[in-house]
């Protein structure tokens, strides 16, 4: 694009000749429509920008599009798809009611759970009401109403005295025998191992930062200082971190790893050998990744990282041989390019580039969509069937793959007749740089379409992230990445996090090395939950040592 368009010259200059100045005229035009063209193409960009600015300030998240106006593009896409050999063709009344698929929402209230404690309390009918009013004869009691209220009582902490016993002998006067007192998480630590799941727990599975725990905590009469709940919060994650070495050496051994990143913030930590500054640290911006393994290794592996360098994902992943689903991330490329591992690309992120361009082409873009939803209603189809992955194969074979080939047909077509630099043109671009990896889900029934397993699972850092803000030191994010990871592995395996990390925090200790993964998430039988203790009324009543 010229840097200036075209130069008036002075009124003297001018050619008198009439076929002079109207060729001067001609290309003062051109010139003057190229810099328009430029122009509006620069204006229609930042436009561009701004709505998608707007829209994420002040919009809906969701991406969803009307399945009204989408009905309208897919009449043309089915026109498309029967011109497909009789082979392949689908039926055009079968993919209709997949497209339509919908979840069924119960109706009515839940009930309470039968396992929760139930407490009984009486209403005897007073005195004076047991006459009959008519007769005045006594009444007999023929049965009871019972009329279930869910009530709470606010957490307890209490302070558990593990009273040892003391035997001396009376005759040789030795030293007094002691009984075995219960190992400690922690020595000198008055906090016991609920104590210490519950702080891990609301934190990263409840997003509570330390802060309001210590406000809720002085709420019960128990004064511990945000600094002290911090010590203990790295001491549980040194604690459990052979579980978290072995959960990475789990999910390697998958056949499929879907992975994500998400920028957390941290205060840089000082280097040694140099002096501190004065004044407020500023900070900066690290990653937390997360990797998580096929249904034979489901454990969830998150991973911090002080930048976003594509040697990260490389060191955690080197060796790896299987399908990794990840995002167009170009720090992956060399990996999948000199490694083993093969690329497996998000029909989520494709379709949320024509999401995003709506507004410049909505046409053209919601035929996209139309089309990409053709591709999810047939795993929307596999799912209801509940097809294994050799018949979820089959049903791809048949019905993605025809459909993806007319996808690849019009995707080309557009690129002809689409400026490379429009949202629209991008979006084409995206899935044309993307195509062979967006196609390999085809290959294997145990592949998913999209990547959206580990962006859910990135969701409890982005929820967590807006409550504690940042992570005070580097080594915080290595910390809080080990934890995470244990509690979102509990989660996938429908694990109560608090009851899993009492009962290993109590254990680990004294428990062998060369049976850790018996404490692993995927391996973990749980116990029964600790019995409600009964609490006496004041302090000890003895003293005595």
Known sequence: MPTTPFSLPDLESLPDDPASLKSFIQTLYENFQEVL?????????????IYLLVKQRYGRRSEKVSDDQLSLYLKEIEGVLNAVSQANKPDTQEETQTITYSRKKGHGRNKPPEDLPRVRVEHPLPEEKKTCCECHQPLTQMGEEIRTTLEHIPAVTYIQEDVLEKWACNTCKNAPVTSEAPARPMER???????????????????????????????????????????????VADLVFPLYEAMKE????SKKIHTDDTPVPFLPGEEKGEEEQPGPKKAQTGRLWVYLGDQDHAHIVYEFTEDRKAE??????EGFEGY????????????????????????????????????????????AIAWIRKLYGVEWEADEKKLDAPARKRLREEKSKPALGQLKEWIDAQALVTLPKSPFGQALTYVFNQWDALN???????????????????????????????????????????LYSL?????????????YLRDVISRINTHPMSRIRELLPATYMPGPPPEVPTFAKGPAASNSS
């Open 189 to 235: 630590c008055v906090a016991g191992p609920g104590f210490l799941a519950h702080i891990v727990t609301s934190k990263y599975a409840d997003h509570l930062p330390l802060y309001r725990q210590e406000e809720i905590l002085k709420r019960s009469g128990v004064d511990i200082n945000r600094s002290t709940l911090c010590d203990w919060v790295g001491h």
């Open 312 to 317: 990260h994902p490389q060191t955690f992943l």
């Open 324 to 367: 990794v689903q990840a995002d167009a991330y170009t720090g992956y490329d060399s990996m999948f390019h000199i490694g083993g591992a093969q690329e497996v690309a998000c029909w989520a992120h494709a379709r949320r580039k024509f999401v995003e361009a709506q507004d410049t082409d909505p046409t053209r873009c919601r035929t």
């Open 37 to 49: 063209k430029d122009k509006d193409e620069s204006n229609e960009r930042l436009r561009h920008q």
């Open 250 to 253: 789990d999910v390697l051994l």
């Open 440 to 482: 390999r889900y085809l290959e294997d029934g145990d592949l998913s379409i999209d990547n959206n397993q580990a962006e859910r699972a990135l969701r409890c850092v982005a929820v967590g992230r807006k409550n504690w803000l940042f992570a005070g030191s580097p080594e915080g994010g290595r910390r809080a990445a080990i």
């Open 487 to 499: 509690v979102a592995s509990c989660k996938r395996h429908k694990i109560d996090p608090f009851h």
